[in-house]
């Protein structure tokens, strides 16, 4: 069974810094592609990050490049989200997010933690 398990979302001030985490079973890790998606409150879903399996390149959305560093530990199948300069614009549940070599559809996504930027 995929299963995708994120952690880390916290409550932090405006300028904090959070790493989130994604532990991955189920399936070869290092064979897919990863995403980081987020859904802030009442509004639909945002791709935010990327990166690739085979030469881990990665890929933002604007609003939060230069501030979040997605990387990923084949070794121990987990994706990580390092976001530092969070705004209150960030809040919102993160999910972890596999992308399908097949027809690179996101097709499982973890259950989400929760960061609120907030003073």
């Known amino acids: 069974e995929v299963q995708l398990v994120e952690s880390g979302g916290d409550l932090v001030q405006p300028g904090g810094s959070l790493r989130l985490s994604c532990a991955a079973s189920?399936?070869?890790?290092?064979?897919?592609?990863m995403t980081w998606v987020r859904q802030a409150p009442g509004k639909g879903p945002e791709w935010v990050s990327h990166?690739?399996?085979?030469?881990?390149?990665?890929y933002y959305t604007d609003s939060v490049r230069g501030r979040f560093a997605i990387s990923r530990d084949n070794a121990k199948n987990t994706l990580y989200l390092q976001m530092i300069s969070l705004q209150p614009e960030d809040t919102g549940v993160y999910y972890c997010?596999?992308?399908?070599?097949?027809?690179?559809?996101?097709?499982?996504w973890g259950q989400g933690t929760q960061v609120t930027v907030s003073s």
């Open positions: 997010v596999r992308r399908a070599s097949s027809n690179y559809a996101y097709d499982y």
């Open positions: 189920g399936f070869t890790f290092k064979r897919y592609d």
């Open positions: 990166i690739n399996s085979g030469d881990s390149r990665v």
